[in-house]
């Protein structure tokens, strides 16, 4: 199962919303909702864009291509963030991988060190490690599906998004009210 980041609205304390909820039909009042949420929820996969980058050292076009972001709807008030595993290697020249005598030296995840028992394929330009006496093993590096809930990317998420999802739906809201 994919990781996911979901952005939900809770009303409770919210002065607008109750007097909103009085003033506006059902239709309106999702509408607003939706569109705040929607709103908030594109600058908020912005933020989780840029910390996975800091976090793993993975290009930016690479992040994009991993996560997906499933949008609200008047119906459906849930904006969702999901992580995307595509089963594939990641790029080597990504983490400046050095063959040394002891293994690779690369800097996954923004760190330099050294993987003992590895090396690189001159060939194909992957990662492997040494298993046996004769059998090699690709290495995958950092999942950005699992990176999403490591690190600085849960506490800008919780930081940037409690702060303006209620200040956002307030601002809507004005706008809808007659």
Known sequence: ???????????????????????LGTEKLNRALHYSLDQVGRKLSTQVRKELVKQTAIPREEVNRSLRDIQSGAHHLEYTIEGIS?????????????????????????TPRTFRGTFLDRIAGWAFKRVGD?????????????????????????????????????????????
């Open 86 to 110: 595509h089963h594939e290697p990641l790029s080597r020249s990504w983490f400046r991988p050095v063959q040394q005598s002891g293994g690779i030296s690369a800097a996954p995840w923004n």
């Open 134 to 178: 004769h059998g090699r093993r690709m290495l995958w590096g950092p999942s950005l599906a699992v990176e999403m809930d490591r690190g600085l990317v849960p506490v800008a998420f919780k930081a940037f998004g409690d702060q303006l999802l209620p200040l956002t739906i307030e601002k809507k809201l004005k706008q809808f009210m007659p």
């Open 1 to 23: 199962m994919p990781m996911q980041i979901k952005i939900t609205f809770d009303p409770r304390g919210l002065d607008a919303f109750k007097r909103a909820t009085e003033v």
